[in-house]
């Protein structure tokens, strides 16, 4: 069997990473003959409809009063007991889930097995559980590659985003729901959730379908001021480098890299950015890139769908005069 | 409080990366080190917490002798003494590096809170944090952003879905943080002085080899077409339009 760690999204429904997720773990289970389950915190809700278009014929619920709005490490302790009394050949969950992500690193801790963090592919050797398996993970925020072999007989594996469709698969007959109420000592000490908040709504640098982001050659952080003229005219929000975050000009939330947010915009402008590899792996995922720096051999440049060669202050006022002239604003 | 702060020393890699002939590693001979901007965010937490409530702030990295550059690094940006833990066996494995790292934590005095960052730079497992937990029975929360001391606890800010969510932990308690979680400090002169000088305690640790083996890296394949210069300086602002026009962003 392929476990399956899933979770809702804010009113209830499949969250997208899950429907990816679960299109990932079809396709493990069938070259490995098993069936996929799928396990989720809380009631059953929609979930069973979600998954019986999705070919799941078997869903877990992880039910206990310490999982009411739990820490993450608390779930991995209900999923090891999971783990531990159906002994799956495989337990993924999505990258992209970050608290799914978490509860897997407790779980393979308290199953005593190894996590494959970041994967793109799982391949089952040809004997199934008897064997290694092979995973390719990313590294390095995705500018390299792993392949690694992944040796335990539960295998704990997260998946990074891309290339499974989140669509309806093979519909399975009918869902059955098994809940699973773990044992959790109260006494062990866990974090509690206290409080939680909302975040100002509007478009994020993660969704945006246009950054204009601007590194070192923005110069200041007035500079930015024609970099949110023009990000404000294609309907983008502004990004920014290390540099910038580092030098105080931009807060951190704007930064696109590594240790920032991975973006994949229709328009990534890459204003005064060298395009240094932690930053190179936070927008590669871009449609396209335009990028304006003085240098011609800057990394970015040469990486770009285009580019234009100069000062960022002389270029940007002009392409702003030039939208505005075209679109009449 | 005493802080504890888990650090790796990963390679500083410019826009092309080499690798070793059985590719197996990525090519090192001519690149510096450092440390990843999460466990700078760390660093920096701990010589705050400990500035605040009359604690400490320690370093500790699992690695041979080279890595204590990186222990004096983040002794130059305030931490107060640091900890090597030599474990030839690790070898970059979470599973490895994290038993060495329990090891080392039961071995020292006891500290209120160990960080981590949420992912070290170049492996990027996100787990050795959770891993040390774990195995000593703490509260753990990753992806923090907020870290405010209590009374007997701590509370741990991440950022979750679309809001924001406040866990608190009692003491003895684990983070990982992002960076974001302050704006570190550059190192003072004081700072380098003092990190010269600063003994490294150093630990053996001889964990079991973990179940997750590198068999080789390799570089993601690239599709990119060759870059079309559009111009140069203002002049090329009306080639830049079309082509904006062109991808439907400027109508
Ligand atoms: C572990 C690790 C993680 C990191 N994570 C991130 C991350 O998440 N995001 C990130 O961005 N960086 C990250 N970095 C930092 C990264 O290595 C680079 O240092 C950083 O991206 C450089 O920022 P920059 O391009 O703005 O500055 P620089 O590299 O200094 O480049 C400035 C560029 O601007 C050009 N320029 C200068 N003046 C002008 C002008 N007037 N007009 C036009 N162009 C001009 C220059 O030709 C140059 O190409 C990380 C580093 C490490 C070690
Ligand atoms: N060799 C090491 N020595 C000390 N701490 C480490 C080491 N490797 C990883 N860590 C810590 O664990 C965190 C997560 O690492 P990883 O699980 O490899 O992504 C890092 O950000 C560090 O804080």
């Given at each position: 069997m392929v476990l399956a760690v899933i979770t809702r999204d804010g009113d209830g429904a499949l969250s997208v990473a899950s429907a990816e997720l679960l299109a990932a773990a079809r396709g493990l289970a069938d070259e490995l003959g098993d069936p996929v389950e799928a396990v989720a915190v809380g009631a059953a809700g929609d979930l069973p409809d979600d998954l019986a278009k999705r070919g799941v014929g078997r869903l877990h619920l992880l039910a206990h009063?310490?999982?009411?709005?739990?820490?993450p490490a608390v779930v991995g302790e209900a999923l090891a007991q999971l783990v531990a009394a159906r002994r799956p050949a495989a337990v993924l969950a999505a990258d992209a889930d970050a608290d799914a992500a978490e509860a897997m690193a407790w779980a393979a801790a308290e199953v005593g097995a190894p996590l494959a963090t970041a994967c793109t592919a799982i391949r089952p050797g040809?004997?199934?559980?008897d064997e290694p398996w092979v995973v390719t993970r990313e590294r390095s925020g995705g500018i390299l590659l792993e392949d690694a072999e992944l040796t335990a007989p539960v295998r704990f594996a997260t998946l990074r985003p891309?290339?499974?469709?989140t669509g309806e698969t093979a519909a399975a007959a009918e869902v059955t729901v098994e809940v699973l109420v773990p044992e959790l000592d109260a006494a062990v000490p866990r974090a509690r959730l206290v409080e939680r908040g909302g975040r100002a709504a509007g478009t994020t640098l993660a969704t945006a379908p246009v950054v204009v982001a601007g590194g070192?050659?923005?110069?200041?952080?007035?500079?930015y001021a024609v970099l949110e003229e023009l990000a404000g005219l294609l309907g983008g929000v502004v990004g920014c480098s290390r540099v910038a975050t580092n030098n105080g000009w931009?807060?951190?939330?704007d930064q696109v890299g590594l240790t920032g947010t991975r973006i994949s915009p229709d328009l990534y402008v890459a204003c005064g950015?060298?395009?240094?590899t932690q930053h190179w792996v936070g927008c590669m995922g871009a449609r396209a890139i335009l990028a304006v720096n003085t240098?011609?051999?800057a990394p970015m440049v040469t990486r770009a769908t285009w580019a234009v060669i100069g000062d960022v202050h002389e270029v940007l006022p002009a392409v702003v005069a030039e939208v505005r002239r075209r679109s009449g604003r | 409080m005493d802080v504890l702060v888990c650090v790796k020393r990963v390679p500083a890699v410019g826009a092309e990366i080499l690798l070793t002939p059985d590719a197996t590693?990525?090519?090192?001979?001519h690149l510096g080190f450092t440390l990843g901007p999460h466990e700078e965010c760390a660093v920096e937490e701990a010589a705050r917490l400990a500035a605040r409530t009359g604690g400490s702030a320690g370093v500790l990295t699992v690695g041979g002798p080279e890595t204590e550059e990186q222990l004096r690094y983040a002794v130059s940006m305030g931490a107060d003494h640091a900890v090597r833990v030599d474990a030839p066996?690790?070898?970059?494995?979470p599973e490895a590096v994290a038993a060495a790292i329990t090891d080392a934590l039961r071995a020292l005095p006891p500290y209120d809170l160990v960080l981590f960052g949420?992912?070290?730079?170049?492996?990027?497992?996100?787990q050795v944090g959770v891993r040390v937990a774990h195995a000593l029975r703490r509260p753990v929360v990753g992806g923090v952003k907020g870290i405010e001391p209590g009374d007997g606890s701590v509370s741990l800010r991440r950022e979750a879905g679309d809001g924001v969510a406040v866990y608190e932990a009692p003491l003895p308690a684990v983070a990982a943080v992002l960076e974001g979680l302050n704006l570190p400090r550059y190192p003072t002169i004081k700072g380098r002085l003092r990190a010269k000088k600063v003994p490294v305690r150093v630990l053996d640790a001889a964990p079991p080899a973990g179940n997750l083996r590198t068999r080789r890296l390799r570089h993601r394949p690239e599709a990119r077409a060759e870059t079309v210069?559009?111009?140069?300086?203002?002049?090329?602002a009306p080639a830049v339009v079309d082509v904006l026009v062109d991808a439907g962003v400027v109508r």
């Open positions: 009063p310490l999982l009411d709005d739990p820490a040809p004997r199934g559980r891309g290339g499974h469709s070192r050659g923005v110069g200041s952080a007035e500079g931009r807060p951190h939330a950015i060298s395009g240094a240098d011609p051999e | 590693a990525i090519d090192t001979r066996g690790a070898d970059g494995d949420a992912a070290s730079a170049d492996a990027g497992h996100a210069v559009l111009g140069r300086g203002a002049a090329a």
